[in-house]
């Protein structure tokens, strides 16, 4: 009996088996949230300046090169993409971007914060994020 439960425990402690804690999971959608809201930020600014420069260092720091817990589902043959959760991402938040307006009504033009705030604040986008769950390394069942 006492071997029985030492291989249960072994099993169940194996990384594969880990699944993550609550507080982990808040933490990976936080960063994915701001992986998007920095991206939602530096696409709609084309020349370079040192505020862009910084934003694109924040978005590798978030991304699966930097801090990131998302896996990116490949075919394991071909290593073809199949799904890319900063991807997508990246395109919810610049496709929110187009129908969200935050237009000033001294200058009469669309303020980038204002308007990604808005996004990164939604309830479709929260929705989106969590949907990405399944893509979290070590991913709850």
Same mark, same amino acid.
């Given at each position: 009996?006492?071997?029985?439960?030492?291989?249960?425990?072994?099993?169940?402690?194996?990384?594969?088996?880990?699944?993550?804690?609550?507080?982990?999971?808040?933490?990976?959608?936080?960063?994915?949230?701001?992986?998007?809201?920095?991206?939602?930020?530096?696409?709609? @600014? $084309? %020349?370079?300046? =040192?505020?862009?420069?910084?934003?694109?260092?924040?978005?590798?720091?978030? +991304?699966?090169?930097?801090?990131?817990?998302?896996?990116?589902?490949?075919?394991?043959?071909?290593?073809?993409?199949?799904?890319?959760?900063?991807?997508?991402?990246?395109?919810?938040?610049?496709?929110?971007?187009?129908?969200?307006?935050?237009? @000033? $009504? %001294?200058?009469? =033009?669309?303020?980038?914060?204002?308007?990604?705030?808005?996004?990164?604040? +939604?309830?479709?986008?929260?929705?989106?994020?969590?949907?990405?769950?399944?893509?979290?390394?070590?991913?709850?069942?």
């Amino acid at each position: 009996m006492k071997r029985f439960v030492y291989y249960i425990l072994v099993y169940l402690l194996m990384p594969g088996n880990l699944a993550l804690a609550d507080s982990d999971i808040d933490d990976a959608r936080i960063q994915l949230k701001n992986y998007g809201l920095a991206n939602c930020i530096v696409g709609q @600014f $084309k %020349s370079d300046s =040192d505020v862009k420069s910084d934003i694109n260092l924040a978005i590798g720091a978030y +991304s699966p090169m930097g801090a990131g817990k998302y896996i990116i589902e490949q075919n394991e043959d071909t290593l073809e993409i199949i799904y890319n959760p900063y991807i997508e991402t990246k395109k919810f938040v610049l496709s929110a971007y187009k129908k969200t307006r935050s237009i @000033f $009504k %001294s200058s009469g =033009d669309q303020n980038v914060f204002h308007s990604c705030l808005q996004i990164y604040n +939604s309830d479709e986008f929260d929705q989106f994020i969590k949907a990405q769950d399944k893509y979290l390394s070590h991913a709850p069942a």
